[in-house]
């Protein structure tokens, strides 16, 4: 793969090494990743540092390369070249403008038909991604694998609809996203509220708990199903991923949540779904300021490396 190792901003490189796309042209890459530094309307009552997630994400994925033994020794990097665009152009003070905005951006980063992968930044940012992409395409139907433990469907947080909680019920809302094939994948535990459930359920999205996952005979077969569901009368499958889906033991830096999948039920996960055919991705929720050693920030290397390597084998 052709790199520039240059900073993209400062003393930060590019993601994994990849072509500075803030300066150099990046018009044959095969994977475009961009950052979205945002941190809207908080939901449990302090700031969580998640807006600079792309920034240690992409320190931390310097010690990388893209060799993985374990997938039939594949290295990402001579089947694949990535470009790093930057980050979006959030305005902290303004929600709505910055939904605007990340819209504009992943409609242009849609239309060049590359690989995107997306650093949060907090949930909200799901939402106007995908905007971007029915904008991009609005004759397609999009499906949506969600990874998380929660459903992020309330309707709004203290009368704010862009919040980290809201994503997906505006997705609900959104023309050429198929509620039936929207998968709320790994949902869990009591920071969910009663009306979540039935929330999903009205929308007509369907709910995979964490323990039917882990109840599975088979991990590699039951990604096969839900891919299927997520897939149905749909052209696009995108997914998203939370954090926090990962048991906080797996998982320093973002929601203390337990009960969570382990690193490598994830990976797995995520190289199943890749490996039959995803649009594009985001992973969310990272909060570096409360993880000493950046466990949840390199985590996210590896994250983007089985996700391609799946890309990789669904392109083959």
């Known amino acids: 793969m052709s790199t520039n190792n240059s900073m993209l901003y400062g003393n930060t490189p590019p993601f994994l090494g990849a072509i500075n796309g803030t300066t150099d042209s990046y018009e044959e890459a ?3 990743i961009y950052g979205v530094p945002w941190e809207g309307a908080v939901t449990w009552g302090d700031y969580t540092g998640c807006e600079l997630g792309p920034k240690v994400m992409r320190l931390c994925s310097g010690r990388y390369s893209g060799y993985l ?3 039939d020794h594949l290295d990402v990097f001579e089947h694949l070249t990535l470009a790093d665009l930057g980050d979006v152009d959030v305005v902290p003070a303004d929600v709505e403008e910055t939904m605007n905005r990340i819209a504009a951006f992943a409609k242009d980063v849609w239309n060049t038909k590359a690989f995107p992968i997306a650093l949060g930044g907090d949930h909200g940012i799901t ?5 971007g992409l029915t904008e ?3 004759d397609k139907k999009i499906g949506i694998l969600h990874l998380d433990t929660h459903y992020d469907n ?7 609809k862009y919040a980290r909680s809201t994503p997906f019920a505006r997705l609900y809302e959104l023309d050429g996203v198929v509620n039936e094939s929207l998968i709320h994948t790994g949902i869990h535990g009591p920071r969910n509220k009663p009306a979540t459930g039935r929330y999903a359920k009205e929308a007509g999205a369907k709910t995979v708990t964490v323990n039917q996952i882990r109840e599975a005979s088979d991990l590699r077969e039951f990604a096969g199903e839900l891919y299927e569901m997520a897939s149905a009368n749909v052209d696009f499958v995108y997914l998203s991923i939370c954090s926090d889906v990962l048991d906080v033991a797996f998982n320093p830096g973002g929601p203390a949540d337990v009960n969570g999948l382990t690193s490598y039920e994830l ?19 990272v909060y570096p300021q409360q993880d000493a050693n950046d466990i ?3 985590f996210a290397s590896t994250l983007a490396l089985y ?3 799946g890309h990789i084998k669904y392109k083959e």
């Open 307 to 309: 996700a391609l390597a």
């Open 30 to 32: 095969d994977v475009l």
């Open 127 to 131: 939402y106007p991604i995908v905007q």
């Open 69 to 71: 033994p374990e997938l």
């Open 296 to 298: 949840s920030s390199h």
């Open 267 to 285: 990976l797995t996960l995520v190289y199943e779904f890749a490996s039959r055919g995803l649009v594009g991705m985001d992973f969310v929720e």
């Open 154 to 160: 309330m309707p709004h947080h203290e009368g704010e």
């Open 136 to 138: 991009a395409y609005p």
